[in-house]
């Protein structure tokens, strides 16, 4: 493992454009869904499937089916329920499916970055791909790509994503030898957080990285099989779940059945903020209930850091079940302080200057009658920028509120990911600024405290987190926390989200040096 020597100064990396209150939160990555069902309608079970999975990504969905001849892909920008209507599904026959929601890591938000990616091998079969995570040596697989001819980079509206890269890479492989074969040689090549779903006429495939950052999982059907990037998506979809699919696993699922195979040796490194904000509360990972670790990170944050309060209330709706923890722990009352507006979500009609002076007010609303004349027990799952909360304690201050104690269900955010989060870069990580480079812990979270406004201010520390999972602390990633790095990073100008368009745009003269190739994009969904 490696600890990034990451500065806190580079604000190329990873950076944001916070465009709208949603900026300042972790962005989720991506999620993907798959199905093998002779006789059933696969593409509507997608449908659903990615309906489940759609706080996962908002940006752009799509699915792929294959009726044994061909495979047709429909994809779009916007939430699920926007790209898909009725006639579109209807007009989608066939017994495999893959689908995706996207949430863009590499790659700008276009339609071109949309998925599932789409290829046809030179043998005339096609294939579709979608991918949740992030790749770290992309500028190594684009010029890969581009030795291989497999590139026009003058070419107007080209993919700039890691995905797009497996695509082609896999469709390139896969003219000589089966698509099980030629997936088996390239995934081991691949460097970072992925789990694949993707299909042929007539196969579904699943892949892992072999460290399993990402979560994913096998369910079976009456009459088929699904894979799916969280256990909640098999609930709706009718599926029970059979298994965690293994990292370093690739599944074949044909009229066969599902083979197994492993193209890598295991070395399980799961993302420990799945179980604090991005996954589902009603999934389950690695074998724990995900309600269940943010209820018990309640209780240990309690413990850690008591308030004196008269209610705790919680940050709908991911700081919910952290506070009814907290409660628990505490024995200071549970109360539904703050309103949340479950129809505000990502948009993509800019919002007007005076609307976006009320921030948080378009999301959250204030019960003034349930906290006025309170001490009050804030529950959050985390502090990114900590715009957010500040906005949310003026409020409530606003409001009546006599003491706000904020409590907070994960570590302070220190470290940028690289393997399928859009946090903010270094730089704009408020634990990063409070209380100056060199400033101890103390001095740190006291800075945060002024800056956000709270009377007390408590984070879980990293061992009480990692207890509350129930896993090994050796089998999962806490680099956004710890800065311990389980997977190598290239240098600085080979990743970023927008590593890709900088090739291509290095590359326009076709003169560029290697250096200048692996200057600036890395865009992932």
Same mark, same amino acid.
């Given at each position: ?50 309906? *489940? ?35 579109? !599904? ?23 970055? *949309?998925?599932?990616? /789409? ?25 890969? =790509? ?23 890479? !896999? ?5 000589? #030898? =089966? ?17 694949? =779903? ?19 999982? !096998? ?35 044909? *009229? ?6 492993? /193209? ?18 009603? #999934? ?5 209930? %995900?309600?269940? =670790? ?17 209610? %705790? ?50 999301? !959250? ?13 804030? %529950? ?28 907070? *269900? ?30 101890? /812990? ?51 100008? #080979? ?24 200057? #600036? ?5």
């Amino acid at each position: 493992m490696t600890r990034a020597d990451l500065s806190v100064n580079s604000p190329n990396l990873l950076a944001s454009n916070p465009s709208d209150e949603d900026e300042n939160e972790p962005r989720e990555e991506c999620g993907v869904f798959g199905v093998w069902a002779p006789g059933e309608d696969v593409a509507k079970l997608t449908y659903y499937g990615l309906y *489940a999975l759609q706080h996962r990504g908002q940006e752009a969905a799509g699915i792929a089916v294959a009726d044994g001849s061909q495979v047709l892909v429909f994809k779009d920008l916007g939430l699920v329920s926007q790209v898909f209507d009725e006639q579109t !599904l209807a007009a989608m026959p066939g017994h495999v499916a893959v689908g995706h929601c996207r949430y863009s890591t590499t790659g700008s938000t276009t339609w071109e970055n *949309a998925q599932p990616i /789409f290829r046809t091998t030179t043998a005339g079969t096609g294939i579709a791909l979608g991918h949740n995570g992030n790749l770290v040596n992309t500028a190594e697989l684009a010029s890969r =790509t581009r030795a291989a001819g497999l590139v026009n980079d003058k070419r107007p509206n080209a993919a700039t994503s890691d995905s797009d890269l497996i695509g082609g890479l !896999l469709a390139h492989a896969a003219g000589d #030898s =089966t698509i099980e074969q030629a997936a088996m040689e390239l995934l081991p090549t691949l460097e970072g957080a992925f789990c694949l =779903t993707f299909m042929d006429e007539h196969t579904l495939y699943a892949a892992r990285d072999p460290h399993g950052i990402r979560p994913l999982c !096998l369910g079976r059907l009456d009459r088929g099989w699904v894979v799916a990037s969280e256990t909640a998506a098999l609930d709706i979809v009718g599926a029970s779940f059979v298994r965690d699919i293994e990292p370093g696993e690739l599944l074949a699922i044909d *009229a066969d059945g599902v083979r197994s195979s492993r /193209f890598a040796n295991p070395t399980p490194k799961g993302c420990v903020f799945e179980y604090v904000y991005l996954a589902r509360p009603d #999934s389950v990972i690695g074998g724990r209930s %995900v309600h269940s =670790t943010r209820v018990e990170i309640g209780r240990l944050l309690a413990s850690e850091h008591p308030a004196e309060g008269d209610l %705790v209330i919680p940050v709908p709706e991911s700081g919910t079940p952290a506070a009814v923890g907290y409660a628990q722990g505490s024995g200071i009352p549970y109360g539904q302080g703050l309103m949340k507006n479950a129809y505000v979500g990502r948009t993509f009609i800019q919002p007007s200057q005076t609307i976006r002076q009320l921030g948080i007010r378009l999301k !959250l609303n204030p019960l003034k009658e349930v906290i006025r004349g309170k001490r009050l027990v804030v %529950v959050d799952d985390s502090i990114v920028r900590g715009n957010t909360q500040r906005a949310l304690i003026r409020m409530l201050r606003e409001a009546g509120a006599l003491e706000i104690h904020v409590r907070i *269900a994960s570590p302070p955010v220190k470290w940028p990911c690289f393997y399928g989060i859009d946090f903010a870069s270094p730089a704009e990580l408020i634990a990063n600024g409070a209380g100056g480079q060199d400033a101890t /812990f103390e001095e740190m979270l006291d800075g945060v405290r002024r800056s956000i406004g709270a009377d007390t201010l408590g984070y879980i520390s990293t061992e009480g987190m990692i207890a509350a999972t129930e896993q090994p602390a050796s089998r999962l990633c806490a680099a956004c926390f710890d800065g311990t790095y389980p997977i190598a990073l290239p240098k600085e100008t #080979s990743i970023g989200k927008n590593v890709l368009e900088g090739m291509l745009e290095s590359t326009a003269g076709s003169t560029a040096t290697r250096d200048n190739d692996n200057a #600036s994009a890395l865009s992932r969904p």
